[in-house]
């Protein structure tokens, strides 16, 4: 059992920066992948960054590429997602994931655990 707990959201300007993080409790951490989501008003919740269990692999969706970066700390149990030049339409809840399986880090499926989001609002 995997327990996930965000932060760091919050309102920024456009062009600004944040640092979601997530802790998490349980065995095991450094065994999941984790992968970040997100999902606007009246949207479906869409995949936004991965990264596998030793951090050997991350993936991004394209609409951040290049403007976020997920890293984690297996030893805090921590992954976060550094997010810079936000945009107004990156304003959604953000949510961590985690996953016991490798692979299709895109698949939201996959992950059997998340957590509660944190809200992230993108002002023009």
């Known amino acids: 059992q995997v327990q996930l707990v965000e932060s760091g959201g919050g309102l920024v300007q456009a062009g600004g920066s944040l640092r979601l993080s997530c802790a998490a409790s349980?065995?095991?951490?450094?065994?999941?992948?984790m992968g970040w989501f997100r999902q606007a008003p009246g949207k479906e919740r869409e995949f936004v960054a991965a990264?596998?269990?030793?951090?050997?692999?991350?993936n991004y969706a394209d609409s951040v590429k290049g403007r976020s970066t997920i890293s984690r700390d297996n030893a805090k149990k921590t992954v976060d997602l550094q997010m810079n030049s936000l945009k107004p339409e990156d304003t959604a809840v953000y949510y961590c994931?985690?996953?016991?399986?490798?692979?299709?880090?895109?698949?939201?499926?996959?992950?059997?655990?998340w957590g509660q989001g944190t809200q992230v609002t993108v002002s023009s």
């Open positions: 994931a985690a996953s016991s399986t490798q692979g299709k880090p895109y698949w939201s499926a996959k992950y059997e655990y």
């Open positions: 349980g065995r095991s951490f450094s065994s999941y992948d």
């Open positions: 990264i596998n269990w030793n951090a050997g692999s991350t």
